[in-house]
Nanobody, 121 residues
Framework: VQLQASGGGLVQAGGSLRLSCAAS????????MAWCRQAPGKEREFVGR????????YYTDSVKGRFTISRDNTNNTVYLQMNSLNPEDTAVYYC???????????????WGQGTQVTVSS
């Protein structure tokens, strides 16, 4: 499994960014695609997940209503649309893939490299 995240950058508070995760190496129809983030000095945490086959999404409470995960079957890409960003969203964001609904980020089978998101106040 290869996962390539991109789209990070610097944005002002209240702004938006869209992250992309290009997935390859297998058929992801039965997979849960995850987004996690890790802020400096903090443990990695789930942001949300999407079940590829159904499109059902799951979000952590702190991003509900602001972040949206979607997937594009045509080009095997998962997106994380982030709106109303605040400085607490500053972190390295990672995309991952797992055939099960992992209880913890460290149980997820595969992770790509991260992309930095910095939100200035």
């Amino acid at each position: 499994v290869q996962l390539q995240a991109s789209g990070g950058g610097l944005v002002q508070a209240g702004g938006s960014l869209r992250l992309s995760c290009a997935a390859s190496g297998r058929t992801f129809g039965s997979y849960y695609m995850a987004w996690c983030r890790q802020a400096p000095g903090k443990e990695r945490e789930f942001v949300g997940r999407i079940k590829w086959s159904s499109g059902r999404t799951y979000y952590t409470d702190s991003v509900k209503g602001r972040f949206t995960i979607s997937r594009d079957n045509t080009n095997n890409t998962v997106y994380l649309q982030m709106n109303s960003l605040n400085p607490e969203d500053t972190a390295v964001y990672y995309c991952g893939a797992d055939r099960a609904f992992a209880k913890s980020w460290n149980e997820v089978e595969s992770w790509g490299q991260g992309t930095q998101v910095t939100v200035s106040s």
